[in-house]
């Protein structure tokens, strides 16, 4: 079964920007289907992103225009970009593939 291994994240000021990475640990993954959640304190997981298809990643009206995945078959790594940074982004963020989940990477935005 594949596993999902993040990296990124840390502590950025407001506007700032950040990446975070999710590495399968096999080759040849199809990462269609792939999510980005986040989980404030206190709040419910929301939806971020998730790729719809090779040519389409739906993103949440709250990230949409500041926050970007790609996909780098080469390193079966799939990567949130994250700029313009906002409190409001302050999360555990975590990457599903087919109900396997990532161990989560905190991002906070403070001054």
């Known amino acids: 079964q594949v596993q999902l291994v993040q990296s990124g994240g840390g502590l950025v000021q407001p506007g700032g920007s950040l990446r975070l990475s999710c590495t399968a640990s096999?080759?040849?993954?199809?990462?269609?289907?792939l999510g980005w959640y986040r989980q404030a304190p206190g709040k419910r997981r929301e939806l971020v992103a998730i790729i719809a298809s090779e040519a389409r990643t739906n993103y949440a009206d709250s990230v949409e225009g500041r926050f970007t995945v790609s996909v780098d078959n080469a390193k079966n790594t799939v990567y949130l970009q994250m700029n313009n940074l906002e409190s409001a982004d302050t999360a555990n963020y975590s990457c599903?593939?087919?109900?396997?989940w990532g161990q989560g990477t905190q991002v906070t935005v403070s001054s």
């Open positions: 096999e080759t040849g993954v199809n990462f269609i289907g």
């Open positions: 599903v593939l087919r109900g396997t």
